[in-house]
């Protein structure tokens, strides 16, 4: 019985010595791995940025203060001399001072009563201590009329060259464009050589960058009708020019 | 009782072994583990570093929401350097190209009243970034 006690009590002395080494091997990895030191460092570096966001906002308001200022967009709420208009940044709220002249749609001078929800208005005025738009003119006007105009880019797969078409695929967005030309478009081409120059629809060549600005209508891929085209040599030409290549005017 | 004792001391390595060598296949293999997940703990990721995805565009001048007196004006701004600007405004539209430290400018004309100015700015990646600016043409006396 002592034997084995004896026995017993020697193998797990031997194993004792194996437990720290077996510790030895966790710590010797745990030391590869990334410390949490990064996570703080960045928090760190987080809390700085959103600091000194802070501070130039906070300088930007205090030089804006007496700055002339204006707010365009429908009236949403009339509280006393406080309007809420909804602008394309979001609703702004402004206070009419009492002196301000509002002009109605006529061109004449209206009173403050006169306002009515979803009247499109602008109004100017100056930034207060309070940064907080004072209003000292407010004219209601007709809602401007969106342009309607949008951008489109993508690389020319086919052109068209009886109908003046050119089919552009916007490879990011995965869209085809089909974009048509016509005598007012005006079109220019920046060529191998790095130079922008006027260009002629025979000038634009397959695999050329497209920049376009135009009318859009829809029917199965969307069709732009083109004001202004800028057009980027592809890759092909670059790779094929001599210094001596020329662009044509 | 020397050799038991030496059986004794051989039993107690065999089995250190056996547990070291299970505690370090255990470890290795969860690293393995951690290596295959891109982690974002620690601020390191192991992912391939990502195309850039983002433009910087800069209005310069006028301010937004600024009020002019002229019925043109000049837009200044700056973005990544050679990206094509395209500017749409009531009046018309531009494209424009940024230098090689990125600045540009275009001159536009304005309408009466309230201007919204779309600006926006793209690479030869197709990477865009837009920006609307918000400018009052009006000469009455404020």
Known sequence: MKKKFIKLLIIIFTLAIFIPLGNLVFAQDEEITPTPKVTSEDENVKEIREAVQDKVKDILEENQQGEKRGYSGPIMTIENLNLTLQTTEGEKVVKVATDAAIIGQSGKEIELEDLKKNLFVVAMGYITEEAKLEIHRLVVQEKPKASGKEVINGVITDISTEEEILTIKNEKKGLIFTVEIDKNTGISRKGANGKTVKAKFSDLEENDRLFVIGEPTENEHKIITASIILAVAGPEEEKTSTPSSSTSE | ?142
Do not use: C, R
Request: proline share 3%.
């Open chain 2, 1 to 142: 009782m020397k050799k038991e004792i030496l059986i004794a001391i051989l039993i107690g390595f065999i089995l250190g072994l056996i547990i070291t060598f299970g505690i370090w296949t255990a470890n290795k293999s969860l690293k393995n583990t951690q290596e295959e997940q891109p982690s974002t703990e620690g601020g390191i990721s192991v992912s391939e570093p990502e195309k850039k995805e983002t433009l910087a565009l800069e209005i310069i001048e006028p301010k937004n929401n600024s009020i002019s007196d002229e019925e043109e004006i000049t837009i200044k701004g700056n973005a990544d350097p050679s990206t094509v600007i395209t500017i749409i405004y009531q009046e018309g539209e531009e494209i424009i190209e940024a230098d090689e430290e990125g600045n540009f400018e275009a001159e536009i004309t304005l309408v009466g009243g309230a201007n919204e100015i779309q600006i926006s700015a793209f690479d030869e990646e197709g990477n865009e970034a837009s920006k609307i600016l918000n400018i009052i043409y009006s000469t009455a006396e404020i």
